[in-house]
């Protein structure tokens, strides 16, 4: 099971930084991904993170302004979110999938969001 917490209204330019903790199983050999999905729109792949932590990928739009992390010995993965823009708003989701993916349909585990809201 995962949990997404750390949501909340920040002004734009500000910075938030998105939890993901697991319980009831290990995720430490998963990768992990974050997604967002704003109103009356798809969800969007953000980034994602290697099992080991050695690897990242990231969407284009949040290049250079989020960075994901996390602390397999905490069970943890973390999206720290800088320079945030008011179209950065949206219901964001953790997710666990055995492999590599930006597609959110592969992935098999997945929190219930927190929503992202950043004002103009």
């Known amino acids: 099971q995962l949990q997404a917490s750390g949501g909340g209204l920040v002004q734009a330019g500000g910075s938030l930084r998105l939890s993901c903790a697991a319980s009831?199983?290990?995720?430490?050999?998963?990768?992990m991904g974050w997604f967002r999905q704003a109103p009356g729109k798809e969800r969007e792949f953000v980034a994602r993170?290697?099992?080991?932590?050695?690897?990242?990928y990231y969407v284009d739009s949040v290049k250079g302004r989020f960075t994901i992390s996390r602390d397999n010995a905490k069970n943890t993965v973390y999206l720290q979110m800088n320079s945030l823009k008011p179209e950065d708003s949206a219901v964001y989701y953790c997710?666990?999938?055995?492999?590599?993916?930006?597609?959110?349909?592969?992935?098999?585990?997945w929190g219930q969001g927190t929503q992202v809201t950043v004002s103009s």
């Open positions: 009831g199983r290990t995720f430490s050999s998963y990768t």
């Open positions: 997710a666990a999938n055995r492999f590599p993916s930006t597609t959110a349909e592969v992935y098999d585990y």
């Open positions: 993170i290697s099992w080991s932590g050695s690897s990242t």
